[in-house]
């Protein structure tokens, strides 16, 4: 067999065994990989704490999550820009304080938000109204939307699913093939490349 064919084979199993470790590294659910990374961050939005806030933040806590919260947009965007949250939530339930879509195309205007998975609570419709059309979030740069409910396992369960979607998704993305979930530090050398 020609040298040049050799090559070919070996580099052949090469991409194999990358392709089968990139997929038990990056499909894990529990295992070494969880230990090494760092916690995911959360930041709430909500003007005031209330059950929701408290539910979300207890939510937090349950999936071992690092929780901050900010109580106006300014001061959102200032905790965001500092931590890179992974996650945020911001409450939409009503317009008293702030503007949700406001707030959302606020943080979306930075650039490290392109890494963010943004989640809109939004009130529960009596049940002879339907619901609005989630159009106009997902217009101002929200990922998903969650009706309020005050449950913690409701909010963890919501938590657990944007990681282990739309999180990962992001890393993926970001990170193209590579063999391992980077950490915090990695991450931003990669977005400064
Ligand atoms: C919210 O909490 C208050 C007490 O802090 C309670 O009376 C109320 O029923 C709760 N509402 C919901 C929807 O869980
Ligand atoms: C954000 O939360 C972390 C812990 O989760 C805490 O150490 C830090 O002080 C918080 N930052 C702000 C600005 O509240
Ligand atoms: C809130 O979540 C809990 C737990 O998932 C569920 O049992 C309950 O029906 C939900 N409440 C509303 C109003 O959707």
């Not at 500092?82 to 409450?91: A, S």
């Amino acid at each position: 067999m020609p040298v040049c064919q050799l090559y070919w084979v070996d580099y052949i199993w090469w991409l194999i065994l990358f392709d089968l470790l990139q997929v038990s590294a990056t499909e894990e659910c529990v295992g070494p990989m969880r230990l090494t990374r760092e916690p995911i961050q959360v930041l709430l939005v909500f003007a005031k704490e209330d059950n929701q806030s408290d539910a979300f933040w207890w939510a937090c806590d349950r999936a071992g999550f690092r929780c901050n919260i900010s109580r106006t947009p300014e001061s959102a965007v200032e905790c965001f820009l500092d931590k890179h949250h992974e996650i945020i939530v911001i409450d939409g339930r009503h317009s008293r304080y702030f503007e949700a879509e406001a707030v959302c195309r606020l943080i979306r205007a930075t650039k490290p938000s392109e890494k963010t998975v943004i989640l809109a609570v939004v009130p529960q419709m009596p049940p002879d109204q339907d619901e609005p059309s989630v159009l106009p979030l997902l217009c101002a740069g929200f990922s998903r939307r969650f009706v309020e409910n005050s449950s913690v396992s409701a909010c963890y369960n919501e938590l657990l699913q944007l990681e282990h979607g739309e999180v990962r998704c992001q890393f993926k993305l970001r990170n193209g093939k590579a063999f391992t979930m980077p950490g915090r530090n990695q991450e931003t050398a990669y977005s400064s490349m």
